[in-house]
């Protein structure tokens, strides 16, 4: 029965900063093989980590194995074409070390702990309907990828000065009623499931509400390649020939790549995997033609959900004029409204440009908007979702926080961006 559980283990990827490319094809390459794919690592059994580490990152990927039950694995893939074969050989050590865990013998713990993996495959694979918002409170908890209670924040820092049996205490603070209430200090990021690539929250929580939020990231370093969502236009304002087919197949797979982040954190499973299948197509090439009929079902039953809309709608209202006084741009400005308005921007938008993924003419060099926004403006389109985004979190339900972020989807690799061409800077 152990050995059964590791042929499907259920999976949970992390990308670092730099390595969305990475990521798609793990992500792409976990669904061919029907894995299960996890949130956090309290659920994993494989930790698969998308771009190679830097030795300030080992203190929080250690704790996030750590959280994992045994048998837990984890690789790290570092360069393009190495997924298939380091996924292959992490199902055979999770095999080994179902058989033979840690510590050379098998115990009643290890063996309830494989019955519980065998069960949750089930329950985890893709065909599930929209949650409520409250249900997300388990895809949030903020121990699962600290392993250790939430005391530590990502530098690994005491973040609380009282414990008691290895539990934070809560603080009394001011709410909003000014009532002496107790407050809870909750680190969020960089390791979760369908999260941006090294963000990282500190939120401070009275009862279910979110009172004050700090944004920080991971270090995000220059490479030799732009951020991978921004790279046709990036090319192009550099001289390079780039075809407006590239560029719109590039915008395409990039909403569907926010879209279904945003619907697995709803709880939307199927039809998020569905958004990410039709994004690997596109990234392989695949005509409109080819996969018009399959996107435009996907669009009309999201649009139609009636649950989904119930699930989602007002969180994160960010009016188009409160938008573009935050330096905003692209979708999220376009929106001009709340999470369910994003989604919908991003769906639509990936519709219309299913008529233009075989332009062969050139893209023009001063085309400079990308899938998150403008690229040539004084900061990058991501800076100002990050701005933006304490301000959206602050008075928001805890449950609610990760739809929050994911119907804005910063991209921190653009945080990286050189200058752009001709770009105009405050």
């Not at 976990?30 to 771009?51: E, K, Q």
């Not at 075989?358 to 403008?374: E, F, I, K, S, V």
């Amino acid at each position: 029965m152990r050995r059964t559980a590791m042929n499907r283990p259920a999976v949970l990827t992390v990308a670092l900063p730099g390595a969305t490319e990475l990521r798609l094809e793990a992500e792409a390459e976990v669904r061919r093989r029907g894995w299960p794919v996890v949130g956090a690592p309290a659920a994993a059994d494989l930790l698969v980590v998308c771009g190679v580490p830097a030795p300030e990152h080992a203190e929080w990927l250690d704790r996030m194995e750590r959280s994992m039950p045994e048998p837990a694995v984890r690789i790290v893939v570092g360069e393009s074409g190495q997924v298939a074969h380091a996924l292959g050989m992490a199902r055979g050590d999770l095999t080994d070390r179902a058989v033979t865990p840690r510590g050379g013998h098998v115990d009643d713990r290890s063996e309830a702990q494989a019955g519980e993996h065998g069960d949750h495959e089930h329950g985890e694979h893709e065909g599930h309907g929209p949650h409520q918002p409250a249900d997300h409170a388990a895809h949030m908890d903020h121990t699962d990828h600290q392993g250790h209670g939430g005391r530590m924040d990502h530098s690994g820092h005491d973040m609380h000065a009282m414990e008691v049996a290895g539990l934070p205490m809560a603080e009394r603070g001011d709410d909003r009623d000014e009532l002496r209430l107790d407050q809870l200090h909750v680190p969020f990021g960089p390791g979760l499931g369908d999260w941006p690539a090294g963000l990282v929250l500190r939120l401070t929580l009275q009862g279910d509400v979110v009172q004050d939020v700090e944004v920080d990231h991971l270090p995000v370093a220059s490479g030799p390649r732009p951020p991978f969502w921004d790279e046709p236009w990036l090319r192009a304002a550099h001289g390079e020939e780039v075809t407006r087919g590239d560029a719109v197949r590039r915008r395409c797979a990039a909403h569907l790549d926010s879209a279904g982040r945003l619907l697995a954190v709803v709880g939307w499973d199927d039809i998020a995997v569905r958004c990410r299948r039709l994004r690997d197509e596109l990234l392989s090439g695949a005509s409109g033609e080819g996969i018009g009929g399959a996107l435009r079902r996907t669009v009309r039953r999201v649009g139609r959900s009636r649950a989904l809309r119930w699930s989602i709608a007002g969180l994160g209202e960010l009016p188009a004029d409160r938008a573009r006084a935050a330096g905003v741009t692209g979708p999220a400005l376009a929106a001009d409204g709340d999470a369910y308005d994003r989604l919908l921007m991003w769906l639509n938008e990936v519709e219309r440009g299913l008529e233009g993924l075989d332009d062969t003419r050139p893209l023009a060099p001063d085309d400079r908007t990308g899938p998150r926004g403008r690229l040539d403006g004084p900061q990058p389109p991501s800076q100002a979702l990050l701005d933006i985004l304490a301000e959206l979190l602050t008075g928001a339900e805890f449950a609610c926080a990760r739809i929050i972020v994911a119907s804005l989807d910063p991209d921190l690799d653009e945080l990286a961006l050189a200058p752009v061409p001709g770009a105009a800077h405050a």
